[in-house]
């Protein structure tokens, strides 16, 4: 009988670490490769980790609540002798992602999950729309997000390490060994480049606020998710010079007409069509599905478009990805983004779909709102906000009759483009919702087919 230590594996979307929300065995049980053995929550999702090998859990490494780093022991397992032969026989077996396995079933994970990558890898096209001089230095290729934190927390250069792998790749047992060879005082930097200020101490029920003079009921941390986004929104707020425009639409036709779709059958969701909408737009402002470059000296644009939308959950406001949105049709679309939105309900979403997004979509109206001023999703550099359509006294021909208006609103970085480019975007998206049919008929395949 051997004993086998499951370390928490390689999270990827450059995640370090992540909290043990709850454990799914116990010390005793018997477990089998593939199955569940934990819940955990990073900063994107909560997922299920998978044991990777099979036998008697032997140790549980932290308690519920936890933060486990990345690489740290999970759980131990015992291994029998009729399971350590099919570990050594199984090529798949060992650490592996979270949400993949190494039996049959999970080997066809894995291939989604790759294929799903390589889809995700939109292609950039237009580099610095400056002069400006490539950074200095060699970009080290590193197999994992991951490995670049790891090797900047222990102050080692990348560029200094003789990767073991033959295509010189980095891993993580390269960083690791150059750690543990490096003399006293040279691996691991003397002070922390950002140093963390002391945590304020904690309010405690009971106690007197004195910013406020009140007693306080109850005293709630941040949640890891909230506190991602809280960083997202104030690095959006704090390095965007965010502008707004936005335009009252007429979007009768397109309420009829789904009304009519609806009678024969399910129609696609009024977010479906403003979303191909957009799509269609953003083929002909590609800028505004970019991301201002890494120096900060240039725009990156790309082939296609990958759709992040909001998603209200119980555990806050989440952006699940569509994938290369731009090659599906309204009902594929519609597809897609109904998947993505139960996933996000029921805290099934891999921190994949959550991550990639070149531009977002804000369907306020389903919050029964008419208009928001939304902060753009950092990295990206524009949102598209949608209110909800409601019956409004409306000037048609001369009459005032009942139509049905919605505010569409557009929130843009002004160091990407200016005014005229996002009016011009806001308006083809507001003309296609006014003449569906016409702009339909305009798109490869239409309502149903591949666009």
Do not use: C
Request: a negative charge; hydrophobic letters at 45%; glycine letters at 10%.
């Amino acid at each position: 009988m051997t004993s086998r230590v499951f370390t928490l594996p390689d999270l990827g979307e450059g995640l370090t670490d992540a909290e043990l929300v709850r454990w799914l065995v116990a010390v005793g049980d018997t477990v089998t490769t593939d199955q569940p053995i934990a819940e955990v929550e990073t900063a994107k999702s909560v997922v299920e980790v998978p044991s990777p090998f099979a036998g008697r859990v032997a140790a549980l490494y932290g308690e519920e609540g936890a933060t486990i780093l990345v690489g740290a022991p999970l759980l131990e397992i015992e291994e029998e002798a009729a399971a350590e032969a099919e570990a050594a026989a199984a090529p798949g077996s060992g650490q592996v992602l979270v949400g993949y396995g190494t039996t049959t079933h999970g080997a066809r994970r894995t291939r989604a999950a790759r294929g799903a990558a390589a889809r995700s890898g939109t292609v950039a096209t237009a580099t610095s729309s400056t002069s400006a001089p490539p950074p200095a230095g060699r970009v080290v290729p590193v197999v994992s997000p991951v490995v670049r934190a790891l090797a900047r927390s222990h102050g080692i250069d990348l560029a200094t390490l003789r990767p073991s792998r033959p295509d010189g790749v980095v891993t993580r047992r390269d960083v690791e060994a150059a750690f543990a060879t490096a003399p006293d005082g040279i691996a691991a930097p003397s002070h922390p480049a950002n140093p963390t200020p002391p945590a304020a101490p904690a309010a405690e029920p009971g106690t007197t606020d004195p910013r406020t003079g009140l007693a306080i009921a109850a005293s709630t941390p941040f949640s890891r998710l909230r506190r991602t986004v809280a960083e997202t929104m104030t690095r959006s707020r704090s390095e965007i010079p965010e502008a707004t425009v936005w335009v009252d639409v007429d979007a009768t036709e397109l309420w009829d007409g789904r009304r009519r779709l609806a009678a024969s059958g399910r129609a696609p969701s009024f977010l479906s069509f403003v979303a191909r909408f957009a799509l269609a737009a953003l083929a002909r402002h590609p800028e505004l599905a970019g991301r201002v470059a890494p120096d900060g000296q240039g725009l990156l644009t790309f082939e296609g478009v990958n759709l992040g939308f909001a998603a209200d959950t119980e555990r806050g406001l989440l952006v699940p990805v569509v994938r290369r949105a731009d090659r599906l049709s309204v009902r594929e679309l519609d597809a897609e983004l109904d998947r993505l939105a139960r996933a996000a309900r029921e805290g099934t979403l891999p921190p994949a779909d959550l991550a990639g997004s070149t531009f977002t979509i804000n369907n306020y109206g389903s919050l029964g709102v008419d208009g928001s001023a939304a902060i753009i999703n950092h990295p990206e550099v524009a949102i598209l906000g949608l209110g909800r359509a409601i019956e409004r006294p409306w000037v048609v021909d001369g009459a005032i009759v009942p139509r049905r208006i919605l505010q569409l609103s557009l929130v843009f970085d002004h160091r990407v483009t200016d005014g005229g480019v996002a009016a011009g975007f806001l308006r083809e998206v507001a003309d296609a919702i006014e003449s569906p049919l016409g702009a339909l008929a305009d798109l490869p395949g239409g309502v149903g087919g591949r666009a």
